[in-house]
């Protein structure tokens, strides 16, 4: 039970993971100049505490550490305690997490670290103990040895800090200029086809990540080869992996929508929470899969993300909120547990669903002893409990049945406490949904999608950016402005903002993409050696300006810009967009076997120069727009002549624009390919065919 015995200062502050802080015993700051201007004074060190408020370790430390009173003794005593959302403030986070990884060999939230008063790391590490267990040293143990060690060596500290720091400079510093060949592409491939697990699909062991910047790549790389071996390799590694996903337990069955990882190799038992970026990143994947050979599953699995994120992870304003948590209340319990919202015992689904419980039992793999994997419970906390899993293929005899079974058990797990949701509202993730939302509702023709789309859009672009000069996008929004925003914010809002133009038409989108990717050169991008930092020049409390050279959880925001720089270099025919996308990926041209973002971007470099023009007013051309929307690739590109005010913008900057149109009063579309086009087409049927 949560404690308001203590109030300090994380009151003040919006972060939802912040205020899950602000009673503890600890006298915790936020990250700024008054946390700062205390350790100088005091001459403390610093404990740096970075996670995120759905980070289930991050709630384990703070039961086990930070409520305990005399743990908040010692740290109030001997150091300045800052906590970070790591969501909130990504490039802080990346900094310190360089380090701790650099130091320990791993990585992960919460991250603990400890710096001097100049804000320079020379300790760190992620989850400690309370007390000395599992062969960890306890965190008062660790604390109170740092205390020592700062009070009797502290010159010999603050040298090892500043020199740790010259070391990230240097690391920072220390890519060069390289070739990006369409032999990095075919690398790439082939050490995906080594790490492949060709029974249950992904790549490597457990736990096993769900990498859909890595399957992109590889349907990508399937869409430019389709006839070579390596090609059919590439869309079967793909295949199978997004197959497995779909049917595992990382899918929630019932609710919709991926939980964030698999624990075992089996896609079987998932770290149960769910996050925005794997959702919006998940459909696009699937998506693609779909418009290659049209299965399904992939189908129902796109619609199925699409409309959890609707239901459960939008604001009534239309902005996506951030992260469901894995723990939530036990159901007749007192306490939380990991997935209690979403396992079963077999009982509970026979007691609701009576006689159909055999088929759905079957069906999704329910047993009366609980159906985790040998080795997927270590600890035992799944003892008897089920996480639904699709074994084989639904009979379409069977589908009303087990659709009605499925709404039952919705129902009932209705009445469970729900777990905690971040409504915080991200730029970059947003980002990330409103292409996933514009992309689908082209493909699938469905319009409430991309209504969805552009209501979040509208919403980020109202409440967390300013129109005119100087103007800046938000990092985050909750119950007002958040934070100003960072390299990945205008990356992805640049791509949601460019997909949305194509769903629609409307050509502010095209201009606001323009006027995002305008504004992420002037404040992130080394002109002298390429690729963007992950901070703004002249944040004094950033000790190193780092790069993200790593497509994990998220693409990098270089790799999305190098993807948008192309797009829009081919959409305006601007040479010089084009060639500082070229020089991003060649910064990362030593690093590009980790980057599968900066790949697919690649990939892109590497295709045909195409373009799809819709000539004619919007209510006239609507059913050919939707034909070329339908038959788009992330290859494609689409622009719209409307006659009006967008092919005026269009036309003062691509001659192409000035002189096309419909033809005999029809709307018509013009196929385009390396500065040469096809001659226009009026009617659908033949645009299926050019097109296809």
């Not at 502050?13 to 602000?22: D, M, N, R, V």
């Not at 040998?374 to 699709?390: A, E, M, R």
């Not at 690093?591 to 900066?598: E, S, V, Y």
Request: hydrophobic content about 40%; overall charge negative.
């Amino acid at each position: 039970m949560e404690s308001k015995e203590h109030t300090n200062r994380l009151i003040g502050e919006k972060s939802p993971y912040l205020l899950q802080h602000a009673h503890n015993p600890v006298n915790w700051y936020a990250w700024g100049a008054e946390a700062f201007e205390k350790a100088r004074r005091e001459d403390k060190p610093i404990f740096l505490s970075v996670g995120y408020s759905t980070c289930h370790w991050c709630h384990v430390m703070e039961r086990e550490s930070f409520e305990n009173e005399e743990t908040a003794r010692v740290l109030n005593e001997f150091f300045v305690p800052i906590k970070v959302d790591r969501e909130e403030r990504p490039d802080v986070d990346r900094v310190y997490m360089t380090f701790v990884q650099a130091t320990t060999g791993s990585g992960g939230w919460p991250m603990s670290v400890w710096l001097t008063p100049k804000l320079q790391p020379f300790a760190g590490g992620t989850y400690f103990p309370p007390e000395d267990r599992y062969g960890r040293t306890g965190f008062v143990t660790v604390l109170r040895r740092l205390a020592e060690v700062w009070s009797k060596e502290r010159a010999r500290v603050i040298e090892q800090g500043a020199r740790i720091t010259e070391m990230l400079r240097g690391y920072a510093a220390s890519r060069v200029q390289g070739d990006v060949t369409e032999e990095a592409v075919r690398d790439a491939v082939r050490q995906a086809g080594q790490a492949f697990d060709e029974e249950l699909g992904g790549f490597g062991g457990a736990p096993k990540f769900p990498r859909p910047a890595m399957l992109d790549f590889l349907l990508g790389f399937y869409r430019r080869e389709p006839a070579t071996a390596e090609g059919q390799q590439a869309r079967e590694m793909a295949f199978h992996t997004l197959r497995k996903m779909a049917a595992g337990g990382m899918h929630d069955h019932l609710g919709g929508g991926f939980h964030r990882y698999s624990v075992d190799r089996f896609w079987h038992v998932p770290h149960y929470e769910k996050m925005l970026y794997d959702q919006a990143q998940l459909v696009a994947t699937y998506l693609s899969a779909w418009q290659i050979n049209g299965e399904r599953l992939f189908e129902e699995t796109v619609r199925d993300v699409l409309d959890y994120v609707r239901r459960d992870m939008t604001s009534a304003e239309g902005g996506f909120f951030s992260a469901e948590d894995a723990d939530s209340m036990i159901p007749g319990g007192t306490g939380k547990g990991e997935g209690a919202f979403y396992v079963w015992r077999k009982r509970e689904i026979d007691e609701v669903l009576g006689e159909d419980a055999v088929l759905f039992n079957q069906v999704y793999g329910v047993e009366d002893e609980g159906n985790a994997p040998d080795g997927s419970d270590p600890h035992g906390d799944l003892k008897g409990l089920n996480t639904l899993i699709l074994r084989g293929e639904i009979a379409e005899k069977n589908r009303e049945m087990l659709e009605k079974s499925r709404v039952k058990l919705i129902t009932r797990r209705a009445s469970r406490a729900r777990p905690h949701l971040d409504d915080k509202i991200v730029a970059s993730w947003n980002g990330l949904m409103i292409s996933a939302f514009a992309r689908a509702g082209m493909a699938l023709g469905e319009d409430a999608y991309t209504d969805a789309a552009r209501k979040a859009a509208e919403f980020v672009r109202r409440a967390m950016w300013k129109e005119g000069r100087g103007a800046r996008l938000l990092r985050s929004y909750r119950e007002g402005p958040g934070p100003e925003g960072f390299a990945d914010d205008y990356a992805a809002m640049t791509g949601g903002a460019l997909d949305l133009y194509e769903a629609t038409g409307e050509i502010g989108w095209l201009q606001w993409a323009v006027e995002l990717h305008r504004t992420l050169d002037e404040l992130f991008l080394d002109k002298e050696n390429g690729g963007y930092f992950a901070a703004r020049a002249g944040d004094e409390s950033i000790v190193v300006r780092m790069k993200e050279d790593h497509d994990g959880a998220e693409p990098a925001a270089s790799s999305l810009a190098a993807r948008n720089g192309l797009r829009l270099g081919r959409m305006l025919d601007d040479a010089a967009l084009e060639e500082r996308a070229m020089r991003t990926m060649r910064a990362f041209a030593q690093q590009l076997l980790g980057m599968p973002a900066m790949l697919s971007a690649l990939l892109l470099s590497m295709s045909k120069r195409g373009k799809i023009v819709i000539a004619g007013p919007a209510e006239k051309a609507a059913g050919l727009a939707q034909e070329a929307r339908a038959m788009a690739t992330p290859e494609t590109v689409l622009l719209y002549a409307d006659g009006g005010a967008g092919q005026e913008w269009l036309g003062e900057r691509l001659e192409l624009m000035r002189t096309v149109g419909p033809v005999e009063g029809k709307a018509a579309v013009y196929v385009c390919e390396d500065f040469a086009c096809r001659l226009p087409v009026t009617d659908e049927g033949e645009l299926r065919k050019a097109l296809r």
